[in-house]
């Protein structure tokens, strides 16, 4: 099978990991890394023995598929140059930066028939995989994200950077639409919103919990759910799942008449699987796990959120 021809335009902290694992793979050509930083394009490049270039658009002929890794406000326009020259797209989260600049990309690519996967990483999370499983109508949800200070995806709010990934999950897992927001939020060392906590209220009922920052003194990503007949906890981070159940069998538990399993998984490579799962699908022209429109789904919902903080950080100054 002739190799399908990659790029990776953005060469940053993210940027360099996608052209090392495409540069591992076997059914992949890695034509060029891209980055306005000449320096950084070529040090990259020549990790992975590929070619460095400082303009996208030098890649555009080239190349089957690309990785967008730049900030978000450039995600639009360069996925879209993309697109209208038939090429599929890997855009890394947020899709974009509003609904209307997500739609048309997916206009786009669904009027010449091309492929976009937004690049919610923790769908590929050997946690993330197993709960389809064992989450069953859950009525209740508390998730922690936080993040030590990095100098990286400060350029949008705590929201979009890192509470998105936990909107996404639990939005997949409650399947239900969303009645009402209520959120918090404030800057504390960059110009945007570094901590953020929503409630989410769910049509059938379910309500999440969602706290982030970016701003903690560790890293934590957890998140633990209720369900009529469970507890569930998960540590992303170390992939564990804690399940307590109903069991009037178990005398001897912690918890009297209840049943505690741990399940413990292998580390793997979630961003290696996130861009094998990509070219399988432009090889296959096959949906991608994580479309377009998810993305766009989980953008609405922390667009939403940034409403409401503003609101209620309007209201406070008018007090």
Known sequence: MKKLRVGVIGAGYLGKYHA????QMGDVELEGVVDIDEQQAIRVANSVNTKAYKNYRALI????????VVPTLDHFPISKDFLENDVDVLIEKPITTTLEEADELIAISESRGLIIQVGHLERFNPAVLA??????????????????????????????????????????LVKSE?????????????????????????????VANVTASRISTKNERKTR??????YISVDFANHEINIV????????????????????????DALKDELAAFVNAVNMREVPE??????REALKVALNIMEQIDYSKTNLVGC
């Open 178 to 206: 969303i009645r009402n927001i209520h959120a918090a939020g404030t800057p504390v060392i960059t110009n945007q919103v570094d901590i953020a906590n929503t409630r989410i209220e769910f049509e059938n009922g379910c």
């Open 20 to 23: 090392e694992k495409y540069s």
């Open 290 to 295: 994580v479309t377009g429109q998810v993305g």
């Open 225 to 230: 759910l209720f369900q009529q007949d469970a």
């Open 131 to 172: 709960l389809k499983d064992i989450v069953n109508n859950p009525r209740f949800i508390e998730s922690h994200r936080l993040s030590i200070f990095k100098e990286r995806g400060i350029d949008v709010s705590v929201v979009l950077d890192l509470m998105i990934h936990d909107i996404d999950i639990i939005c997949s």
């Open 61 to 68: 002929g080239k190349v089957d598929a690309v990785s967008i």
């Open 245 to 268: 159940r109903k069991n009037s069998d178990e005398k001897d538990s912690v918890i009297p008449g209840m049943e505690i399993k741990n399940l413990c998984f292998t580390k793997g």
